[in-house]
């Protein structure tokens, strides 16, 4: 089996490349808190969360904040769903979800919810089964799920499960892993996965592992990286992750490195970034590789953490 | 990055131009050591600075409009300039046809673009149905698939209608990749909602014929099985005893092409009572690698040869197995 380069990612993540007209630099700039993300819950999957400055991070995550609860991509921007989960999961890295107002966070997320269950990712009302997870994901970690109605919650992300077993964005939309991640995760975290048929879905899912033992996302789609996560995960949240060739799908990963000068890419000899180093290691985690932390599959992070930040604050 | 007819005229810089005289720009800050660090071009770093500027006073201003163009260009991912943007469009109550035309623009630059889809054509209603079929189409002729599109597109034929063409559009999506699951997710999508065609019963008929001309042509495929199985939705014994079905996959084994797709088929058939042809049974054993399996049962049998030639779900198909009902 090929070595996974532990030391060349923490070193990748510690000092992204600064270089002028990095044309991938200037368009995360928005996207900081996810990027953030990424890059420490990899370093805390390897081991090396003490290498950053815990209160420098803390500090920057919540000068993102919006007077809303929300949270921005980056100082200074507006409030949308999918930094919010960022900031509370980077704050959970570091136990310091004490630091938020939290009613004023649950009441941002909860003012997301529409009608019939579904969410939006704003004011502007762009609505995904994606903002459903986060939602629900963010407001489980704050013990304040009783701020939303779970049931039409529950009952939008059903709307949205197909005849092949699988989740789209919204109702009628393709099923795509990505999406599948979302709502089986969103309905592990509500307790109900009864509305999945787990075989049905089971078989979908390890359908996207093609010959190369990478997993792809959709059908006679390329394997990527990243649905090493949301492919794995969905499987393993519905017991079906034996399914699949792990051996193979290790070898993938590892292939994905860049051996020289750290992190992954989507797939073999492309160029790194972040948020495929997230994925490949968090993936790695889930097929128990050695000397790894363990990483909870509905949450995306590690289990340590997901117990403190379970036992904080008796209130569900 | 490709910035369309902007990119012909050299940019002057932000300070040397007189209408922003009076504007002092405001830095990014990032904090002193920050913990994911960016690096910025001079030419964006200028723009975001006098963007922050206006954003701060909300100055909702045509010059202001004019700034969150250009910002765009730069960088079409940044939600805080695209809801601001919206803010002045509203407060100068723009013409929106123009602004239709300038997120088309954006968007073929950068097709994943997802906050710029909804907001003008619903604003715009009725009316643009159709443009913004065209607009989702000349997407699909560079990225068919392109997820966020797709989605898009369902949602203007449900808000805005324009369901008249949409199956011919699958049409001519499969044919030109009949690999395409989000053409043949799209046609499920049509013969199901659409109010011109009378749902799934009377359109199941020739949709069937045509799933299985597509299997015929590439059984590799896995989209037109899966298909076939929509089609029967909540009816899976008129599946079963419709003989096209087990025929298609007689017709794939015969031909000894790959065949998971027939195999797994034919045990889905026999998991649910079908009573195989002795013509199937020789079909099924003549695909199967050596050594031959032996199990006396034949659906077992089934699973042990897929086992053989789909060994990366090789766990699947032990399952499978276990889970066959009891022969009559």
């Known amino acids: ?316 | 990055m490709n910035r369309g007819v902007e990119e012909e005229r050299a940019r002057i810089p932000m300070s040397q131009r007189p209408e922003w005289a009076d504007i002092r720009p405001v830095p990014q800050y990032d904090g002193p050591n920050p913990v994911v660090p960016i690096a910025y071009t001079d030419e964006f770093s200028e723009t975001m600075d006098y963007f922050r500027a206006v954003y701060l006073a909300d100055e909702r201003s045509p010059r202001a409009l004019q700034l969150t163009k250009e910002a765009i260009f730069l960088n079409s991912g940044n939600y805080t300039v695209w809801q601001f943007r919206r803010l002045i469009l509203d407060a100068l109550n723009v013409d929106l046809h123009e602004e239709l035309h300038f997120v088309d623009q954006i968007t073929k630059d950068n097709s994943k673009n997802y906050q710029i889809w909804r907001w003008v054509a619903e604003k715009l209603g009725t009316q643009i149905a159709s443009k913004e079929l065209e607009f989702t189409r000349e997407i699909f002729s560079q990225d068919a698939k392109n997820y966020h599109a797709w989605s898009h597109r369902q949602w203007v034929l449900q808000a805005l209608g324009g369901w008249e063409n949409e199956l011919a559009y699958c049409d001519e999506l499969l044919e030109d990749d009949i690999f395409n699951n989000s053409a043949w997710n799209q046609r499920y999508f049509v013969v199901t909602r659409s109010p011109l065609l009378g749902g799934l019963e009377v359109m199941r008929d020739s949709e069937v014929a045509f799933a299985i001309k597509a299997i015929l042509a590439k059984p590799e495929n896995e989209s037109p099985w899966r298909y076939l199985h929509g089609l029967y939705k909540n009816d899976v014994n008129s599946l079963v005893n419709d003989p096209r079905v087990a025929s298609v996959c007689l017709d794939v084994l015969l031909d000894k092409r790959d065949c998971v797709h027939a195999l797994n088929m034919v045990l889905d058939l026999l998991s649910h009572h079908h009573q195989p042809s002795n013509e199937l049974k020789d079909a099924v054993d003549a695909v199967s690698p050596d050594p031959k399996p032996s199990d006396s049962n034949f659906a077992e049998r089934v699973c042990s040869i897929l086992q053989l030639v789909d060994p990366i779900r090789a766990s699947y198909w032990r399952w499978r197995k276990t889970s066959i009902p009891a022969q009559d």
């Open chain 1, 1 to 316: 089996m090929a070595e996974l380069m532990t030391e060349k990612h923490v070193k990748y993540i510690l000092s992204v490349e600064k270089k002028k007209d990095d044309f991938e630099s200037v368009v995360m700039e928005h996207l900081r808190v996810n990027g953030a993300y990424w890059g420490l819950t990899t370093l805390d999957i390897l081991g090396k969360l003490d290498a950053v400055d815990q209160d420098e991070v803390v500090s920057w995550i919540m000068q993102c904040q919006h007077e809303s609860g929300g949270f921005g991509g980056n100082i200074g921007h507006d409030p949308h769903i999918l930094y919010t989960l960022s900031a509370i999961q980077v704050l959970a890295l570091f136990d310091k979800i004490d630091v938020l107002d939290v009613e004023n966070v649950a009441n941002y997320i909860a003012s997301l919810q529409n009608e019939d269950g579904s969410f939006s990712g704003d004011m502007w009302g762009e609505i995904d089964t994606r903002f459903s997870y986060i939602a629900i994901c963010s407001l489980a970690l704050l013990h304040r799920l009783d701020k939303i109605n779970v049931e039409r919650a529950v009952k939008y992300i059903v709307s949205c499960k197909n005849l092949d077993g699988g989740f789209g964005c919204t109702p009628g939309a393709e099923s795509h892993a990505g999406q599948i991640f979302c709502c089986v995760g969103a309905l592990a975290i509500t307790g109900s996965l009864h509305h999945v048929d787990k075989d049905l879905l089971g078989w979908w899912l390890c359908e996207r592992q093609v010959k190369s033992g990478g997993l792809n996302g959709r059908p006679e789609k390329l394997p990527d990286v990243c649905y090493s996560w949301w492919v794995l995960s969905s499987l393993i949240m519905i017991d079906r992750v034996h399914w699949i060739d792990k051996g193979k799908l290790v070898n993938f990963i590892l292939d994905c490195q860049d051996k020289e000068n750290g992190g992954i890419s989507d797939r073999p000899d492309d160029a790194v970034d972040v948020f495929h180093t997230y994925f490949g290691v968090a993936g790695l985690s889930l097929l128990e590789f050695p000397g790894l932390k363990a990483i909870d599959p509905a949450y995306a992070l590690p289990v340590d953490v997901f117990a403190a930040a379970s036992n904080h604050d008796g209130m569900n």
